[in-house]
């Protein structure tokens, strides 16, 4: 499995709007951080969570194709570029046994979000649904609700099988992310993907600890130093990047209070308040790659 982190910012993004902050003016590539948004392009294609930035980010990882969109919660900073996913959604929509197809047959391209996500985007995206004159001037799109799936029964793209597991974003229950590649061997090896949390519940811990084999990288949200009302802090995710010990621990979601240099002389300083975290820990950036 590859994943590649396309956006690893916070709600504004860096640089922010206006600021000359050092960070914000910083020449590091590694601190400009698109919305928080991932990509997975091996074994099939797949993004999670389609920010404002989505047709940049699109473009700079020169996606070709998309199977499926994951949406973690519908926060402004992880849905509003769903529409752009249109011209893989007609694509998706043709059935290759009947080349006479028109691009807008077929179920369209599936999203996968839990219900009160869906029911946002029926109401910001509403165009979606209603009848229009044929053409392509909107997405055409197939709606699943995780609630539907579980480790028994997982969503299963490709060859890859995604768990669906529960955080939470203050007192809004957001979906996180268990992808899983079975290897020639038989063994797993996993991504975990959990943005946008101030708190896992130990149900999902003990969720993932059982399913997720080896447990390569945990993409987490580290928001700053500082706690914050519906975000986990660095200490704070390191502290449940303890309980799961991947290999890798990746913090997303960042703000500007600190540059990429900063945060990983941070993480490395506290690393001996978590000695059952054995991995590297680090600050993801935009472009990194992950391989499970």
């Known amino acids: 499995m590859k994943m590649i982190i396309m956006g690893s910012g916070t709600s504004h ?7 000359d902050c050092a960070v914000c003016t910083s020449e ?6 698109m919305r928080c948004s991932a990509y997975v392009c ?26 499926a969109v994951l949406i973690t919660h519908s926060h402004a900073d992880h849905l509003n570029g769903l529409d752009d996913v ?13 080349p006479e197809a028109k691009e807008t047959d077929g179920n369209g391209l599936p999203v996968y979000a839990n219900a009160w996500t869906l029911t946002d985007i029926h109401n910001r995206f509403d165009y979606i649904f209603k009848p229009v004159k044929e053409g392509g001037g909107k997405p055409k799109l197939s709606f699943f609700d995780v609630a ?56 999902t811990i003990a969720l993932i600890r059982q399913h997720a084999g080896t447990l390569e990288h945990l993409v987490i949200d580290g928001l700053r130093v500082r706690p914050h009302s519906t975000h986990e802090s660095f ?13 890798h621990t990746w913090m997303t979601h960042i703000t500007h209070s600190m540059s990429h240099v900063q945060i990983e002389a941070y993480l490395k300083e506290h690393a001996a308040e978590f000695p059952n975290l054995t991995g590297t820990v680090g600050a993801a950036y935009d472009g990194l790659v992950l391989e499970a």
Do not use: W
């Open 28 to 33: 590091d590539a590694r601190d400009k951080r």
């Open 86 to 98: 249109r011209i893989f959604s007609h694509t998706k929509s043709i059935d290759p046994a009947h």
């Open 42 to 67: 091996d074994p099939c294609s797949l993004v999670i969570d389609t920010g404002p930035e989505f047709r940049l980010q699109a473009l700079r990882v020169n996606m070709k194709k998309l199977d």
């Open 148 to 203: 539907s799936y579980s480790p028994e029964n997982p969503m299963q793209i490709g060859s890859l099988s995604i768990i669906p597991v529960c955080i939470m974003h203050g007192t809004l229950p957001v979906t996180g992310y268990l992808l899983c590649q079975k290897h020639d061997d038989e063994s797993i090896h996993s991504i975990a993907y959990l943005t946008d949390c101030s708190s896992v519940p130990e149900e």
């Open 235 to 247: 200490l704070q995710a390191m502290a449940v990047a303890e309980k799961l010990n991947p290999f």
């Open 13 to 19: 993004g860096i640089p922010v709007i206006g600021c």
